[in-house]
């Protein structure tokens, strides 16, 4: 596929240019984090970050949507869903990790047995451009470790490379060439192609946090009642904040909102570290403590997700290490894991 040089000052200037024809979702500056949202017209896109603290996922899959809504009539009720409806959208600059997290999400919600349309009609009207990770990154960034890369087009459809005063602009996806117009006129030469990959071993080398992530599944596979999972989970909180941040995360409730006539059936994130996610009607909850949702939660990650989808559900983005209010670190729980 094609590839391009832009100069790095224009990069804002493209992003707000295709604002004016498209939902373009950005990373904006908001005291002190960075987060994924819908430009505005007068909106700056900020893209000297590492990486946002909420993951673009909601994107294809919001916090709350609507999924149909309702009318009670005389005549009986009549229901309009909501289904397959997105505007043309550009998620621009993210990071590859949280672009892997989008391939991963597609295993799930847009499988041979099960199509959810309203991810799916969200995912084919969006361009992803990524943004390559080739400055220092975080202690907590573990991505190799996962099956990605800080230069990597896994999940984009146009992947921006920084090589110094230019960026390398490559065209992933036919999606992405659609979008060409937008890039200028001027073609890569050999010598920025060398410039990148040179880059790119660097910024490989520069990931130095590593987990046995591919080692520990016929592990877990042995020791669903390992006493080991007493050990993890005493400080826990049950705040949900490692589930609502990780790009991966897809647990969602359903629940119905009636007011007079009319109503709408809305679905929103959940988290399986909340006691009430697996609390049943009649009171009796399966996983009775944080001990049982923590297990969950890393079974899920590192062996039930490599079962049902041969992938690990985890990229590497560091936000759980990072936000978790009390240090519970995912990276020491595989660690141990891969000891037992
Ligand atoms: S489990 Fe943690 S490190 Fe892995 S993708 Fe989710 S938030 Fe990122
Ligand atoms: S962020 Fe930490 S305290 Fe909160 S639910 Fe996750 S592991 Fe528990």
Same mark, same amino acid.
Do not use: R
């Given at each position: 596929m094609e590839k391009r040089l832009i100069k790095k000052d224009a990069l804002a200037g493209i992003a707000k240019k295709m604002a004016g024809d498209f939902l373009v979702w950005a990373p904006v500056k908001k005291e002190d984090n960075i987060l994924f949202e819908p430009l505005q017209k007068d909106g700056e896109p900020y893209f000297? !970050? %590492?990486? /946002? $603290? =909420?993951? @673009?996922k909601n994107v294809f899959f919001p916090h709350t949507e609507a999924m149909m809504k309702f009318t009670r009539t005389e005549k009986g009720m009549v229901f309009s869903s909501e289904e397959n409806k997105a505007d043309q959208s550009v998620l621009f600059g993210v990071r590859p990790c949280d672009a892997h997290s989008f391939v991963l999400l597609d295993k799930l919600f847009d499988q041979e047995k099960y199509k959810d349309g309203y991810y799916i009609a969200k995912r084919q009207n969006t361009t992803v451009i990524s943004l390559a990770c080739v400055q220092p990154p975080y202690a907590t960034c573990f991505c190799t470790s996962v099956d990605g890369e800080p230069v990597s087009s896994e999940g984009a459809d146009i992947l921006l490379v920084d090589i110094g005063s230019d960026y390398l602009v490559e065209f992933i996806t036919p999606k992405g060439e659609n %979008?060409? $117009? !937008?890039? &200028?006129e001027t073609k890569a030469d050999a010598a920025a192609e060398t410039k990148k990959n040179e880059i790119a071993a660097k910024a490989k080398e520069a990931i130095t946090s590593k987990i046995p992530a591919h080692e520990v599944k016929p592990i877990l596979d042995k020791n669903f009642? =390992? @006493? *080991?999972?007493? +050990?993890?989970? &005493? $400080?826990? %909180?049950?705040? &949900?904040t490692c589930t609502y941040l990780c790009p991966t995360c897809h647990c969602f409730d359903i629940s119905d909102e009636v007011k007079g006539s009319d109503g709408v059936r809305i679905r929103s994130w959940d988290s399986c #570290? *909340? @006691? #009430?996610? +697996?609390?049943?009607t009649s009171g009796h909850n399966p996983r009775v403590s944080q001990k049982e949702r923590w297990r969950q939660r890393t079974m899920h990650k590192f062996k039930y997700y490599v079962d049902n *989808? /041969?992938?690990?559900?985890?990229? &590497?983005?560091g936000r759980c290490v990072m936000y978790c209010p009390v240090n519970i670190d995912i990276r020491k729980v595989v660690e141990d894991i891969s000891k037992l």
């Open positions: 000297a !970050y %590492l990486n /946002s $603290k =909420n993951a @673009p %979008l060409a $117009k !937008y890039f &200028g009642d =390992n @006493p *080991f999972w007493n +050990t993890i989970h &005493g $400080k826990c %909180l049950a705040c &949900g #570290m *909340f @006691p #009430m996610f +697996t609390k049943e *989808f /041969s992938a690990i559900a985890c990229v &590497g983005c």
